[in-house]
């Protein structure tokens, strides 16, 4: 079925993409590639190892779709600010991001640079669709893609769990598109997990 994962032999899925499909995941993907940013390779002739031992940094985004993407480990996001123990939770939170982020950063740009380098490899005609078919490893860069796609498109949309409004947009709101968006890669996000888990 168009626009559904099924499950391929060996542990990957397939899914048939049209044109604008595809289109619009690969330019999603991009603009999660440009949101993470472009990371920091080591310079030519620089000891690869000295990157994984850089420090990141501690202190969490100020952009929301990346403090979304890059919470804080530590500490209860509901807590009232300046409870017991607050200052204590952020110095650990700190401390956890100042070794982890950067490598999340770098996991989550491979993941979409997979996603994206997958879409480069159909050709759709212009009338018809494209199989995308995927193997083990590629089929779980696309899963962690698609959520992080949701993370960041929920954040801006400023979603919340009992948030029906939304869905209910008339067609001339200007969010419409991307809670369209929103919508369509959950649905894929959904039968991807099913496929992978059946």
């Given at each position: 079925?168009?626009?559904t994962?099924?499950?391929?032999?060996?542990?990957?899925?397939?899914?048939?993409?049209?044109?604008v499909?595809?289109?619009?995941?690969?330019?999603l993907?991009?603009?999660?590639?440009e949101?993470?940013?472009?990371?920091?390779?080591?310079?030519?002739?620089?000891d690869?190892?000295d990157?994984l031992?850089?420090?990141?940094?501690s202190?969490?985004?100020?952009?929301?779709?990346?403090?979304?993407?890059?919470?804080?480990?530590?500490?209860?996001?509901?807590?009232?600010?300046?409870?017991?123990?607050?200052?204590?939770?952020?110095?650990?939170?700190?401390?956890?991001?100042?070794?982890?982020?950067?490598?999340?950063?770098?996991r989550?740009?491979r993941?979409?640079?997979?996603?994206?380098?997958?879409l480069?490899?159909?050709?759709?005609?212009?009338?018809?669709e494209?199989?995308?078919?995927?193997?083990?490893?590629?089929?779980?860069?696309?899963?962690?893609?698609?959520?992080?796609l949701?993370?960041?498109?929920?954040?801006?949309?400023?979603?919340?769990?009992?948030?029906?409004?939304?869905?209910?947009?008339?067609?001339?709101?200007?969010?419409?598109p991307?809670?369209m968006?929103?919508l369509?890669?959950g649905?894929l996000?959904?039968?991807?997990?099913?496929?992978?888990?059946?």
């Open positions: 079925m168009p626009g994962f099924e499950a391929v032999p060996g542990g990957g899925a397939a899914v048939a993409l049209d044109p499909e595809i289109s619009i995941l690969r330019s993907a991009v603009q999660l590639l949101l993470v940013g472009p990371g920091d390779e080591p310079a030519d002739g620089a690869p190892l990157a031992f850089a420090d990141g940094p202190d969490p985004p100020s952009d929301p779709a990346l403090a979304r993407l890059f919470p804080d480990a530590y500490g209860d996001p509901g807590r009232e600010p300046g409870g017991d123990g607050e200052e204590k939770i952020r110095e650990y939170a700190a401390e956890f991001r100042r070794y982890t982020e950067n490598d999340l950063r770098a989550k740009r993941d979409a640079l997979g996603v994206v380098h997958a480069d490899r159909l050709h759709a005609p212009e009338d018809g494209a199989l995308l078919e995927l193997a083990p490893e590629e089929s779980r860069q696309w899963l962690a893609t698609l959520n992080d949701r993370l960041a498109i929920g954040a801006r949309l400023e979603v919340t769990e009992d948030d029906q409004e939304l869905y209910r947009l008339p067609d001339s709101d200007p969010r419409k991307m809670v968006a929103y369509w890669l649905g996000q959904e039968s991807l997990i099913g496929t992978l888990t059946a």
